[in-house]
């Protein structure tokens, strides 16, 4: 039998010392940093997944991973953290009403406990892609963590701008996926679920419109989080072996996430999802009120083939410029879309350069 790559294998970075670092938040749940340890640094790389994704997504072992890019340019001490929407946990296939103000309040502030715990006050420079990357720019801005040297956000942060297909998406899924098909959750899986079962048909359907390759994972995937063919990556920036392992990489999750992401569209940049809240009186209702206080700089990470989050990190390097001019930077990555800055076959010639540049031109 061909040996496939294991799911949340760690195989992929060979030459570090390797522990698991288990935390809980203040609602309850369970999750955990994984470490890469090379050798004692002044500064420290903090990795963030996307919703639906997982650490997995900096440590794949069928290219250069960005974990280890890091170890080798001198960065040798490497943590990646499974917050509540990782692959790595259930909570996102659970029945479950979390939103990003949850992240931003009870996971990165608790992440950051355990993290300081063992590296004490060295500086940390935090590394986030997609839904990490706006989760974190709202606990940066609101106030929830402090003391970060620098950080890095890919496709999306405080201004989620979804194309007008995904407008209409994010509209009706919720309550299409809940009331409609009767289903806790959307999951890339769908396509190999029984014959005739609403989510094998589901993944059928989707299929009819995603004639741009044979993997219904990748058409899943489209579905849930873009408007293109395919949505979250460019097919030829990515090995055969990681666009069939797709699955693998982008999980199951349920579409309340995106009801918050509406009301962020709606009003252009990040609010909280429900201002009368009393859990979350600490954050702001409003996430850029505060920008002006805001001291870390800001690298901006924009594939101009992105069709999930096109040109909002673009404008928000726009809009705060203006708020805090020359603080932050904005970087183009020709030729790559969402994802495929961080999982691609040549990211660690075309991506990974440029964010330890700005690692350590910010380390200095
Ligand atoms: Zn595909």
Redesign the pocket.
């Known amino acids: 039998m061909e040996k496939r790559i294991a799911r949340f294998t760690l195989e992929g970075v060979p030459d570090a010392r390797i522990t698991m670092h288990p935390f809980t938040t203040e609602d309850g749940l369970g999750l955990h940093l994984t470490r890469f340890h090379r050798a004692d640094c002044d500064d420290v790389v903090l990795l963030l997944h996307g919703l639906t994704a997982s650490s997995d997504m900096f440590i794949m072992p069928e290219h250069r991973n960005f974990t280890t890019f890091l170890l080798d340019e001198g960065f040798g001490d490497v943590w990646a953290l499974d917050f509540r929407m990782s692959s790595r946990f259930p909570y996102d296939a659970e029945t479950h009403r979390y939103t990003f103000d949850d992240i931003a309040d009870w996971d990165f502030p608790a992440a950051l406990a355990e993290l300081r715990s063992h590296i004490g006050d060295r500086r940390v420079h935090v590394v986030a892609h997609c839904t990490g990357g706006i989760a974190f720019s709202m606990s940066l801005f609101g106030g929830a963590v402090e003391g970060i040297t620098s950080f890095t956000s890919n496709s999306v942060s405080l201004t989620p701008l979804p194309p007008a297909w995904s407008r209409v998406k994010l509209a009706i899924a919720p309550a299409a996926q809940e009331y409609l098909l009767g289903l806790p959750f959307l999951d890339p899986r769908f396509g190999h679920a029984p014959t005739l079962t609403r989510a094998w048909m589901l993944s059928r359907l989707v299929s009819l419109f995603h004639r ?2 044979d ?1 219904s994972a ?1 058409h899943m995937a489209s579905f849930m989080w873009g408007s293109g063919h ?1 949505a979250l990556y460019e ?1 030829e920036n990515l090995l055969p072996v990681t ?1 069939e392992r797709m699955a693998d990489l982008l999980a199951a999750t349920g579409a309340h996430y995106y009801r918050h992401i509406r009301k962020m569209a709606r009003a252009g940049h990040a609010v909280k999802f429900d201002p009368s809240d009393p859990r979350h009186a600490d954050l702001p209702d409003d996430y850029l009120a505060n920008a002006a206080e805001v001291t870390t700089p800001i690298l901006f990470l924009a594939g101009d083939h992105n069709h999930v989050f096109p040109d909002s990190n673009a404008h928000c390097y726009g809009l705060l410029e203006k708020i805090t001019p020359g603080l932050h930077e904005f970087a183009t990555l020709p030729g790559y879309g969402h994802i495929d800055p961080f999982i691609g076959k040549n990211s660690h010639v075309d991506v990974f350069p440029k964010i330890v540049d700005f690692l350590k031109r910010k380390a200095a």
Do not use: G
């Open positions: 741009e390759c993997v990748c395919p097919h666009h």
